[in-house]
């Protein structure tokens, strides 16, 4: 595992490494001007190698839940390894956050990695040459760009995204329900028991999945309701509102004790946002401490779960010979 090291003019520092092509480290100021390191994290490989939680790690071939794991693409079925109860989640028994990556410092803020899965790894058709490029701008932004390509020419389907967990005080003894979350999705995608969406794009208005104005995480997420029960908390896909594809703010979290402020910005249609319920203070973090149950967040951009067994979502598909790409923004400021 090598440690890639970013730092803009403000002093905002991020590290990064080849293995899962992972933000391990990001240090951002409070309203003070105070750096503190905002993401969760392992202090070294071991963690990550055995790590369950995806921290930090970019995710693929397919980021999120595929019922199943069976999809069907040009007439031939596909199974996939079933490493989340009786489906398959990012990627599989070893996704793209558990190899190795080439790296190459483009610059002192930024740093490419690549990475090539062979046709049938995990199960998937096609070989993939995959790049996620980390750069630390001097407007305090992390910016993800993702590219990829099919080789050999077979279809194939991708979803690419990054499984940050966030937690703005700086302090992940602290729980994140206290921040306050703007979703700019006037819809979501209901799911399951096994949380694979029904395929229905369900309206947010009256519900707890509402966030289209700001909104402390704790507010409504003890509320009875079926898709929180089915999620233990919010664990979900929201549906970005967007009139053209291109760049677009998808969520906002501020935390009123330090000021610090994330704004999300993405390429994606779609963006998982989910409040830590798996973390349960048995994996040791970094300097030695246990993350319990919602000490961090995630806010996954990315395409639907579950979109190549459900026709009417924006399709997954990536055909031989395209190229995907995907770009997601997270700037940070204080108020
Ligand atoms: C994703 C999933 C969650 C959980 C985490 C990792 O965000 O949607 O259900 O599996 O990854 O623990």
């Known amino acids: 595992m090598r440690l890639y090291t970013l730092t803009n003019k403000h002093g905002l520092k991020a590290t990064v490494?080849?293995?899962?092509?992972?933000?391990?480290?990001?240090?951002?100021?409070?309203?003070?001007?105070?750096?503190?390191?905002?993401v969760l994290g392992y202090d070294d490989v071991s963690g990550y190698e055995k790590g369950k939680a995806y921290f930090g790690g970019s995710i693929g071939r397919y980021g999120n839940r595929i019922a199943s794991g069976r999809f069907s693409l040009n007439g031939k079925t596909y199974q996939l390894a079933l490493n989340d109860g009786a489906n398959h989640l990012h990627g599989g028994t070893r996704g793209f956050n558990h190899v190795e990556w080439n790296a190459r410092m483009l610059s002192g803020q930024s740093v490419e990695f690549h990475y090539t899965s062979k046709d049938g790894e995990e199960g998937y058709p096609g070989t993939l040459t995959v790049g996620v490029t980390y750069t630390l701008t001097?407007?305090?932004?992390?910016?993800?760009?993702?590219?990829?390509?099919?080789?050999p020419g077979k279809d194939t389907i991708v979803n690419l995204t990054n499984h940050s967990y966030f937690n703005l005080t700086g302090n992940p003894q602290?729980?994140?329900v206290n921040h306050e979350l703007t979703l700019h999705a006037s819809r979501f995608t209901p799911i399951d028991a096994g949380s694979i969406p029904t395929g229905e794009l369900r309206?947010?208005?009256?519900?707890?999945?509402?966030?289209?104005?700001?909104?402390?995480?704790?507010?409504?997420?003890?509320?009875?309701?079926?898709?929180?029960?089915?999620?233990?908390?919010?664990?979900?896909?929201?549906?970005?509102?967007?009139?053209s594809p291109?760049?677009?703010?998808?969520?906002?979290?501020?935390?009123?004790?330090?000021?610090?402020?994330?704004?999300?910005?993405?390429?994606?249609?779609?963006i998982q946002f989910y409040s830590g319920n798996f973390l349960d203070g048995t994996e040791k973090g970094k300097g030695g401490q246990v993350y319990a149950f919602r000490s961090g967040f995630c806010l996954?951009?990315?395409?639907?779960p579950d979109s190549p067994n459900k026709p009417n979502f924006p399709t997954t598909t990536l055909?031989?010979?395209?190229?995907?790409?995907?770009?997601?923004?997270?700037?940070?400021?204080?108020?």
Do not use: C, M
């Open 17 to 38: 490494t080849n293995f899962g092509a992972t933000l391990v480290s990001l240090e951002v100021p409070d309203r003070q001007g105070k750096l503190a390191d905002i």
């Open 138 to 151: 001097d407007n305090n932004e992390v910016r993800i760009d993702y590219s990829a390509k099919e080789g």
């Open 319 to 335: 055909k031989a010979g395209q190229t995907y790409t995907s770009t997601t923004i997270y700037r940070f400021s204080t108020r």
């Open 203 to 243: 309206d947010v208005k009256g519900t707890p999945f509402d966030f289209t104005s700001a909104a402390a995480i704790s507010a409504r997420i003890g509320q009875q309701d079926e898709q929180l029960k089915f999620g233990r908390g919010y664990d979900h896909n929201w549906v970005i509102d967007r009139k």
């Open 300 to 304: 996954e951009t990315q395409h639907y």
């Open 174 to 176: 602290i729980t994140i």
């Open 246 to 270: 291109g760049l677009v703010k998808a969520a906002e979290v501020f935390e009123p004790t330090s000021g610090r402020l994330i704004e999300v910005y993405t390429t994606e249609p779609g």
